[in-house]
């Protein structure tokens, strides 16, 4: 059982084009993001992820995907971005 509701889940055309030359699945790191791993994000951020889940708050989670691209979810929506 998921800690939090994702909400709705969005993506940008950028992400989905990075994930598309990745050769990798949105829903692979969809479902990294729902188990609570937070991917390359500092351990300040996943201390802050932790009292975002107490308090339902906005979730921060960064992937690099495995061609070196960064995929970044953020959550409000599940919002998945190329940086």
């Given at each position: 059982m998921?800690?939090?509701?994702?909400g709705q889940v969005?993506?940008?055309p950028g992400a989905l084009a990075a994930l598309e030359a990745s050769g990798e699945?949105?829903?692979?790191?969809?479902?990294?993001?729902?188990?609570?791993?937070?991917?390359d994000i500092s351990a300040e951020d996943?201390?802050?992820?932790?009292?975002?889940?107490?308090?339902?708050?906005r979730l921060l989670s960064a992937y690099t995907l495995k061609n070196r691209d960064r995929d970044l979810g953020d959550y409000g929506c599940t919002h998945l971005a190329r940086w």
């Amino acid at each position: 059982m998921n800690r939090f509701n994702p909400g709705q889940v969005v993506t940008t055309p950028g992400a989905l084009a990075a994930l598309e030359a990745s050769g990798e699945s949105l829903f692979d790191y969809l479902t990294r993001h729902l188990s609570d791993d937070w991917g390359d994000i500092s351990a300040e951020d996943a201390r802050e992820n932790e009292l975002s889940l107490e308090n339902g708050w906005r979730l921060l989670s960064a992937y690099t995907l495995k061609n070196r691209d960064r995929d970044l979810g953020d959550y409000g929506c599940t919002h998945l971005a190329r940086w």
